[in-house]
């Protein structure tokens, strides 16, 4: 039996990812323009948010749908505190802060834990499907434009256990066919669709925060420039036709 989950999230998501991309922040990121400050401000909040995402799966883990879905090997905890040493140095546990719109992310997910822990599914799906899709071709974008080392600065988009992306692709799949191996029913799909919707607005509203230090660091005229367009979303075509012209950026 499927329950068709990965389709009805993607579909049902559409909207919410063409948001994410149209944010300023993101076009900016787009144009080959990523600030270290407001980066590694970024990196932080995301620190707070997967360090309660895992450990709040892992303790759910023996919940009979999360367990479904539960992939240690996705994990980015450690490689982001790999990150925050890189972008803050060894002290960073004393530097880093959580934004307003961060500590409401984890709130939300340690609510969630608290009270109906397999929405969380619909959290995990946002950001790991995220950074396994868009995110390889924003870890490109970022070492480009900050003319990091090698393998410094970008463990939030390394996979160790999926070198390739042939590996990726692979376990995307591998994700949606357990996304759909998953016994909801037509109520609680709706509900995680929701969730995920959500999840994609605490996220808008992470890098909405970090505007400022974006147009401090570019100027005012420059921010304009690159964020009034708006462009069609890479969710809006069919699965895995879509990263061609960014995996093309090789
Ligand atoms: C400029 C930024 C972004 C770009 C260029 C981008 C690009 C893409 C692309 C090309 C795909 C499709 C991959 C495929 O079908 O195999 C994708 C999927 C996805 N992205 Fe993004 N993305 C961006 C930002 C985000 C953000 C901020 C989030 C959430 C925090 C996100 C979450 C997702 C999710 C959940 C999917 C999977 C959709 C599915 O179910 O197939 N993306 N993204």
């Known amino acids: ?100 719109a961060g500590k409401a992310y984890v709130a939300r997910i340690q609510e969630l834990a608290n009270t109906e822990p397999v929405l969380l599914i619909a959290h995990a799906y946002v950001r790991y499907m995220g950074d396994l899709s868009g995110g390889q071709s924003l870890k490109k974008i970022v070492r480009s434009a900050m003319n990091l080392p090698p393998d410094q600065g970008t463990g939030l988009h390394e996979f160790e256990q999926l070198p390739t992306i042939e590996a990726i692709r692979a ?42 230090d974006v147009k401090a660091a570019i100027g005012e005229h420059v921010f304009d420039l690159i964020t009034r367009q708006d462009k069609p979303g890479s969710t809006e075509r069919s699965p895995g036709n879509t990263s061609v012209e960014l995996i093309a950026a090789d």
Request: net charge negative.
């Open 171 to 212: 376990f995307k799949a591998k994700y949606r066919d357990a996304l759909n191996s998953l016994p909801v029913d037509d109520t609680l799909a709706t509900k995680i669709v929701d969730e995920a919707n959500y999840a994609f607005e605490l996220n808008r509203n992470v890098v909405h925060e970090l505007e400022p």
């Open 1 to 100: 039996m499927s329950s068709d989950l990965a389709a009805r999230l993607r579909e049902g998501t559409k909207h919410s990812h063409t948001m994410a991309e149209n944010t300023a922040f993101m076009k900016c990121f787009l144009k080959g323009i990523v600030e270290k400050e407001p980066f590694r401000k970024l990196i932080a909040n995301l620190y707070f948010v997967y360090s309660t995402l895992e450990a709040e799966l892992l303790r759910h883990s023996s919940h009979p749908m999360i367990g479904l879905t539960y992939f240690p090997e996705l994990n980015r905890k450690t490689n982001l505190e790999k990150d925050l040493t890189f972008y803050y140095g060894e002290d960073w546990r004393h530097q880093i802060v959580a934004l307003e």
